[in-house]
């Protein structure tokens, strides 16, 4: 089993940052992917960003070159920086983890939401 705990969310204007942390406890050492996820009211949960154990990263076309995934192995923690906020960033953000053996854990979610 792994746990995850997200801490960062908050309320920012337009163009302002904020940087999501998502801490992993448990069956750690079985991390594969660990990535964000987010989902708008009335919109399906969709990708944000995942980064690999062996440092590759992938972003959604939305957020490219103003969010940044960065991982921590030895911390077992997952991070991102967002710049540039839009409101259209406005959302729950949820981390997620694949373990090697391709099961999948999510964390609770917190709300970022940037005003106009």
């Known amino acids: 089993q792994v746990q995850l705990v997200e801490s960062g969310g908050g309320l920012v204007q337009a163009g302002g940052s904020l940087r999501l942390s998502c801490a992993a406890s448990g069956s750690t050492f079985r991390l594969n992917v660990m990535g964000w996820y987010r989902q708008a009211p009335g919109k399906q949960r969709e990708l944000v960003a995942t980064?690999?154990?062996?440092?590759?990263?992938h972003y959604a076309d939305s957020v490219k070159g103003r969010f940044t995934i960065s991982r921590d192995n030895a911390k077992n923690a997952v991070y991102l920086q967002m710049n540039s906020l839009k409101p259209e960033d406005t959302a729950v953000y949820y981390c997620?983890?694949?373990?090697?053996?391709?099961?999948?854990?999510w964390g609770q979610g917190t709300q970022v939401t940037v005003s106009s």
């Open positions: 997620n983890v694949v373990t090697y053996s391709s099961r999948n854990y």
């Open positions: 980064a690999s154990s062996g440092g590759s990263t």
